[in-house]
């Protein structure tokens, strides 16, 4: 089972390079997330998709853009890449927003800019 | 808005000693409640959940309950074990605009040792 998964892993960027994070899943959800997590930070919420053809912004979407492309996939942009988007970037999806719903976590993309 | 609160790490302990990681939250309504485990270079996978008050959550050795009148859920396992070390985040489902969205505290690390 696939789960969530998202590409790439790792990367480098310089700073004002551009570059997409990309993020499917398997289990039929209508719910999509990215976050970041840094130290002492715990996860941030960057954008979300409650559903496909829907995206609305979280706690930190400064500098990011989402695309749901369909149901399955959904991903983040970063256009102009500052080295304060270093950070692990972790993509979720969950099932029709019923309380007590999991949400179920990709295993995350490492991304320094320099 | 809605907020979870847990405490700092790391915690360290020996194998076999009895855990207790705090977490309170603030919610205007009432929102379900997780516990999710990550293990290094993973992402987060959910460890228990309970969705009303009284309600107890337990995996694997671990036990959370919901108690509304103090606004916690701590996590407790009797006897940890090496293979327990991780970095443990309390989250709730919260409802906004009848979209439910997740938000994280900022992690408990765990190490144990033998």
């Known amino acids: 089972n696939a789960g969530v998964t998202q590409t790439p892993k790792f990367q480098v960027l310089k700073t004002g390079q551009s570059m997409t994070l990309q993020c499917a899943q398997d289990?039929?959800?209508?719910?999509m997330y990215w976050y970041r997590q840094d130290p002492g930070m715990g996860l941030r919420l960057i954008y979300y998709?409650?559903?496909?053809?829907?995206?609305d912004k979280g706690e930190v979407p400064n500098g990011y853009n989402v695309s749901r492309l369909n149901k399955r996939e959904f991903s983040l942009r970063l256009e102009s890449a500052a080295p304060s988007q270093t950070s692990v970037y972790f993509c979720?999806?969950?099932?029709?927003?019923?309380?007590?719903?999991?949400?179920?976590f990709g295993e995350g993309s490492w991304l320094t800019v320099v | 808005g809605n907020s979870v609160t847990q405490m700092e790490g790391p915690v360290t302990l020996s194998e076999e000693a009895f855990l207790t990681i705090n977490c309170t939250y603030t919610a205007t309504g009432y929102p379900s409640l997780f516990w999710y485990v990550q293990y290094p270079g993973e992402g987060l996978q959910l460890l228990l959940k309970a969705t009303k008050a009284d309600d107890k959550g337990s995996n694997k050795g671990f036990e959370a309950t919901y108690r509304k009148e103090t606004t916690s859920f701590h996590l407790e396992k009797g006897s940890v074990q090496v293979s327990d070390s991780a970095v443990y985040f309390c989250a709730l489902s919260e409802s906004t605009s009848g979209t439910y969205k997740y938000i994280f505290g900022t992690g408990t690390r765990l190490k144990v040792l033998a």
């Open positions: 979720a999806s969950s099932e029709m927003p019923i309380s007590g719903n999991t949400i179920y």
């Open positions: 998709s409650a559903s496909e053809g829907t995206t």
């Open positions: 289990m039929n959800h209508n719910s």
